[in-house]
């Protein structure tokens, strides 16, 4: 059988990682069409190990493999998503229900001690306060 | 004079002084006094986007409560609050919102704040500078122009937070002008460009820094293809990344050429007569000063 | 002469005790006959040591107090925090600048802050702990230093922070920054430090130290207190 394709079994456990993330998101995942003019307009989208709307498409499938990729710690909340969508939906929010599920577990993404001299003596204040806000829990 | 109540915030106190300063003396020249509101907390930026977390909308609140009592004490009319950074603009006009379509939420935000003085009743409206002076109009802004810019071709960065999403922005987000109006009212050129709002890295510049690099590059790239020879910026994060990180975009990318990021709050000062003394430039990483000279801008 | 005592009920590391009423929760902890050595110190209120969490009863809320300032009430349930284990970095303060960026690397979590004032309502002193932490966010040592000069470091705002900050070593490194690079400097210090050196003082010490101990103690006690 091709490597591309790959069995998913759909449990209990898929549906209900799949509500999780729509309560935390509020959004309707599973409206999404796969248009894929999200991951077209996203300017991180290179730098992502897997496409906003594979993200979508993954979590409508109940997949909890999505939270140990890199593409919701590379999105910056731009927003770009959001406006775009057809559909009305705002991935950004579900981005930030991946991040938020795994910092809830206490699971920071970066280390608040982790400044050079450097950080410290150029990055301004707003750096600081939303790289800790997305990034830590 | 029209009395605004103003919010700051923290980076503004600091790093981005240059854009308070030069802000103020520009409202005072157009008869706008920045009331700036007393025990104001940090905004928290970035918004919290999920739908279950109360807690980070509470700095907001906080300070959307402070002009409701301003306005109980008698110390001022206004319901507006008025902001520089457009990322404290975004977070705070988002939380707002979210207040006012969930009387519940607010309720429980209302009575974590039970040392607070009064509760938030959801009538302060947060609004922007450039929204003030589009309000006024702009052509009021332009006749108080006394030095106008002419022959500066300014690229207006809008970046994410002033457009996105369509509810808060301050204008569309695929083809936004207000800044553009901006610029022809202090009587410089507007360069229509592409990445007018293609996102700087914003935090990434913390633990991710060769985004940024990346980004910025393309973004002054395209800015210089349409002939821009300043950006401007309401934003002290993108400000920093298309501006202090242009440092490590030389290290990487060696046909670079550096460009000077402004805050709008600069050139419209300049643009007013106010001089270089309220515009701070000591702090902007790319000296705009030789630029400026070279067009015969600065005294 | 036998006095009359109310007694009422308090819970102590969830075991029920009865207590004399007017007790502070540290005279009922002694009454209730533990032997009380860490968490207790000056017992006037001033030391920080003797933290303590508690709810009063019919309360949903849990308070921080001192042990020693705080009377019970009947029915409230107590827990002592003897030692808070926070973090306290070590610095040199003649290499650090009053300013932001000593707390950016210093107190990262100070950046964390939400606002939500949890730790104003932990504080025994009244202090505005949120106030202060939010000061320093933005450069202003100065405030922070004013803000929480009446702190004693208990550590219940360190506890209850949902940011991890810990306020109060935050609040001495202001407070440190703030005397050694802010605040004015006093020229008669350095006028009296010259003068004791030069032996201004020294006849008079002398004297003194050869003075009988009654006599010492009756100069003390008619010394002459100057009130400007």
């Not at chain 3, 920080?48 to 019970?72: F, I, N, P, S, W």
């Amino acid at each position: 059988m091709d490597d591309r394709i790959k069995k998913v079994k759909l449990t209990d456990r898929s549906v209900e990682f799949l509500r999780q993330v729509e309560e935390i998101s509020g959004e309707a995942i599973t409206a999404c069409e796969q248009c894929g003019t999200c991951s077209g307009g996203c300017p991180f989208v290179e730098e992502m190990d897997i496409t906003p709307s594979q993200i979508m498409r993954k979590v409508m499938l109940g997949q909890e493999e999505v939270l140990h990729t890199r593409t919701m710690w590379i999105c910056a909340s731009c927003f770009t998503c959001t406006v775009r969508c057809p559909r009305k939906l705002d991935v950004s929010k579900v981005a930030e229900a991946l991040r938020q599920i795994r910092l809830r577990e206490a699971l920071d993404h970066i280390d608040v001690n982790d400044l050079t001299e450097d950080d410290v003596d150029r990055l301004p204040t707003i750096a600081l306060v939303s790289a800790y806000r997305k990034l830590t829990g | 004079m029209t009395k605004i109540p103003y919010y700051p915030g923290c980076t503004l106190k600091t790093t981005a002084k240059n854009l308070e300063d030069s802000a103020i003396a520009s409202a005072k020249a157009l008869d706008i006094d920045m009331v700036e509101i007393p025990d104001w907390v940090c905004c928290g930026v970035v918004a919290s986007l999920t739908s279950d977390d109360l807690m980070r909308h509470i700095g907001p609140v906080r300070t959307m409560l402070r002009v409701e009592q301003m306005r109980k004490r008698g110390e001022i009319e206004d319901s507006r609050l008025l902001t520089l950074c457009s990322m404290c603009f975004n977070t705070l006009q988002r939380s707002n919102f979210r207040m006012r379509e969930n009387a519940e939420d607010l309720e429980s935000i209302n009575n974590i704040m039970y040392l607070e003085e009064g509760k938030y009743e959801g009538t302060t409206e947060v609004v922007h500078l450039l929204q003030i002076l589009d309000e006024m109009g702009f052509d009021k802004v332009a006749e108080k122009v006394a030095m106008p810019l002419k022959g500066l071709k300014v690229a207006s960065y809008y970046g994410c937070m002033l457009t996105r999403p369509k509810d808060i922005g301050i204008d569309t987000p695929e083809n936004p002008t207000i800044m553009e109006r901006f610029t022809e009212a202090i009587g410089a050129q507007p360069v229509d460009w592409q990445a007018h709002s293609l996102c700087c890295g914003s935090y990434h510049t913390v633990s991710n820094k060769e985004i940024v690099v990346k980004l910025g590059y393309e973004i002054i790239k395209n800015a210089r293809t349409h002939g821009a020879e300043v950006i401007i910026t309401s934003c002290p994060l993108c400000a920093f990344n298309l501006d202090d990180r242009q440092k490590e975009i030389a290290e990487k990318f060696i046909d670079f050429e550096p460009m000077p990021v402004l805050y709008f709050t600069q050139l419209m000062a300049i643009a007013l007569g106010l001089g270089e003394e309220v515009c701070g430039f000591d702090q902007n990483f790319t000296d705009p000063r030789p630029q400026l000279r070279q067009k015969g801008l600065l005294k | 002469m036998e006095i009359e005592r109310k007694m009422l009920t308090v819970y102590i590391m969830g075991e029920a005790y009865e207590v004399p009423e007017g007790s502070t929760i540290l005279m009922a902890t002694e009454y209730a006959g533990f032997q009380v050595k860490r968490g207790v110190g000056c017992r006037e209120g001033f030391c920080g040591a003797c933290a303590t969490v508690y709810r009063e009863k019919g309360d949903y809320k849990l308070k921080g107090g001192l042990a020693c300032q705080t009377v019970v009430t009947d029915g409230m349930a107590i827990a002592q925090i003897p030692s808070v284990p926070a973090e306290k970095p070590i610095y040199n303060i003649a290499e650090l600048e009053a300013n932001e960026n000593t707390f950016k690397e210093l107190f990262p979590t100070v950046f964390r802050c939400v606002a939500c004032n949890t730790c104003t309502k932990a504080c025994p002193q009244d202090i505005k702990v949120m106030d202060y932490v939010q000061a320093l966010k933005r450069g202003d040592i100065a405030r922070a230093a004013d803000l929480s000069f009446d702190c004693i470091r208990c550590g219940l705002c360190a506890l209850r922070c949902p940011a991890e900050i810990v306020q109060y070593n935050a609040a001495i490194l202001a407070r440190r920054l703030y005397a050694r690079h802010l605040a004015p400097k006093s020229p008669e210090v350095d006028i009296r430090i010259e003068e004791i050196e030069e032996g201004k003082y020294q006849p008079e010490i002398e004297e003194m130290k050869a003075m009988p101990k009654d006599k010492l103690s009756e100069k003390y006690y008619k010394r002459e207190i100057k009130i400007d």
